[in-house]
């Protein structure tokens, strides 16, 4: 660690050391070593007191539910945990912590530790709330790019056939899919097709036996009103002549001896296109760009892009980190602004879409969206899709028995006034009519909000402002920093959604003037208790801001 970051470090304590009001503040401790290998690589350690009014979030958004951090908690960034990692610590008192590189968190009764492998790690007090330190790192470290992804993932649902029909993608069930969404009362959005519509992984056609006619296909769901998107991922089959010709121009990424590395993920083994490469990303965008001229397709999901599919590669003898080759698949989806993607590094302030990973057809994790989402948008990844509606793990949805119909409209509600809201479930094959009405209800909604979200939306990307907020981002010092089944649209309306089995909740109000969706008027600054029956998805607009 370099001493102009030491020199901060000392500086702060100081700074405290002269603050009555923070007399009890902890007390910022540096401990810095330079351990040289054979590298020279440098390693630091900050170390930093507990303080029982300081609370930190960092960028494993997977694990968002557990922050802000607790005692006991332990984690690597050098792991993505299936979802978007950015190397970032806030504080609720303006602090920030940043690394160009992974770094280890380690937390107990004490202290907060945080190890970085080389000297990249800074320590920055930008000012004295959430808000603060995240507007800095934002402005420094992931600037907004000035663009957003394409606006139809905002304005419309988005409809995923992957619970419907998993790996049997195919145009007659994926047609009558597209024609029960509109026969049903939803309206057309984003249509993605997800895994096993293509001939084999790597050869990036429609299947013959399963498309008799894939042209035919996108232009009636075009005429439905659709835009079509396609699963992809960067892997190749080690079996098919489209591997055997990358391997032979070096085009896979390799193992220590040379040969194409063979990765096992969560449908087989596959070698990885060595995305590292110009000619493999020319290759790979040749593919994507001959779909778009051949069917006229819109945009794709950008799947399998998790940082344990790289360990131990190589790109003709060089070792590339798992955090590159994710941030190379990355950089390849930004010439597609209608994309999606679950697994990310360091691309805060960008154009694309990061979508929550799955969550199981359970109350414990719909319960975890909202943590998602708003730790999301204070690490840069504003433009954020949570999940599937009533989750993404297909198990669940095997048997009719297993689901529960009012966890999927909670989580309908708890989507619609979110960023992007999509389905995959079919709400009209499992639902009942009071429940299937309900789900309906939840975009309509969203419908009358569309505006403000897509306001929002274009703002953040000119800005790096949150979509969605933390109550403890928009009323810093409040006692909301813990707050996790309430969130902000914007700086004025609040949305609390029941996220369990009861038809009643508590809602945190701020101080002033509240007006919900029943037209009901609240002082804040107390809890109250509401009645959220099985249709109502409870909001709340701040009469004292415009």
Request: aromatic share 12%; proline share 5%.
């Amino acid at each position: 660690m370099s001493l102009v970051n030491y020199s901060i470090l000392l500086a702060e304590v100081n700074r405290y050391k002269d603050q009555v009001t923070h007399l009890y503040f902890f007390i910022l401790l540096f401990l810095f070593s330079t351990i040289c290998n054979a590298q020279k690589e440098t390693r630091c350690q900050i170390k930093i007191c507990n303080d029982p009014n300081t609370f930190w979030w960092t960028g494993l958004i997977a694990q968002a539910d557990i922050m802000p951090l607790k005692n006991g908690y332990n984690a690597n960034l050098a792991n993505n945990y299936g979802n978007q990692v950015q190397p970032l610590l806030l504080s609720n008192r303006g602090h920030v912590i940043w690394s160009e590189n992974s770094f280890g968190i380690e937390v107990n009764s004490d202290t907060l530790c945080i190890i970085s492998p080389d000297s990249s790690l800074v320590f920055i007090h930008a000012g004295e709330t959430l808000k603060d330190g995240y507007s800095y790192a934002s402005k420094k470290f992931f600037p907004a790019s000035g663009k957003l992804p394409d606006e139809s993932l905002f304005a419309e649902p988005q409809y995923n056939t992957w619970i419907e029909l998993m790996y049997d993608q195919n145009q007659k069930d994926i047609l009558d899919y597209a024609r029960q969404i509109l026969n049903s009362g939803f309206e057309p959005g984003v249509f993605m097709i997800d895994d096993n519509w293509q001939e084999d992984y790597g050869k990036w056609d429609f299947h013959p036996g399963r498309f008799s006619n894939p042209k035919a296909l996108v232009d009636t769901l075009h005429e439905m009103g659709f835009k079509v998107m396609l699963w992809i991922c960067p892997l190749v089959s080690p079996d098919c002549d489209v591997f055997r010709r990358l391997q032979k121009e070096r085009m896979l990424l390799e193992d220590k001896s040379g040969n194409a590395f063979i990765t096992k993920w969560w449908n087989g083994y596959s070698g990885i296109l060595d995305l590292s490469k110009d000619e493999a990303n020319q290759w790979f965008i040749g593919q994507l760009d001959n779909l778009i001229e051949e069917y006229n397709i819109d945009g794709y999901k950008f799947d399998a892009g998790d940082f344990n599919h790289y360990t131990d590669c190589y790109s003709e003898g060089k070792k590339v980190t798992v955090q590159e080759h994710c941030e190379y698949y990355a950089l390849l989806g930004l010439k597609y602004p209608l994309n999606e993607y679950r697994a990310m590094w360091k691309m805060g302030g960008q154009p694309i879409a990061n979508r929550l990973r799955d969550k199981e057809h359970t109350w414990a994790d719909l319960q975890k969206l909202i943590p998602g989402i708003l730790l999301q948008g204070i690490m840069g990844y504003t433009f954020a899709c949570p999940d599937l509606i009533g989750g993404g793990e297909f198990i669940s949805f095997l048997k009719t028995e297993t689901i529960d119909q009012d966890l999927i409209v909670r989580s309908a509600q708890c989507h619609a006034l979110m960023p992007m809201m999509q389905f995959s479930v079919a709400p009209w094959r499992i639902l009942d009519t009071e429940h299937l009405e309900a789900c309906k209800k939840a975009v309509q909604i969203r419908k009358k909000f569309t505006p403000l979200i897509l306001k929002l939306a274009r703002e953040s990307a000119n800005t790096g402002e949150p979509i969605v907020r933390p109550l403890e981002y928009v009323f810093p010092h409040q006692g909301f920093a813990k707050v996790q089944d309430q969130f902000m649209l914007g700086e004025n309306i609040l949305i609390a959604p029941v996220v369990n089995k009861k038809t009643t909740r508590l809602v945190a109000l701020p101080e002033g003037k509240w007006k919900d969706d029943m037209g009901v008027i609240y002082d804040g600054g107390k809890t109250i208790t509401i009645e959220a029956g099985l249709d109502r998805l409870p909001y709340f607009k701040n009469l004292n801001r415009k």
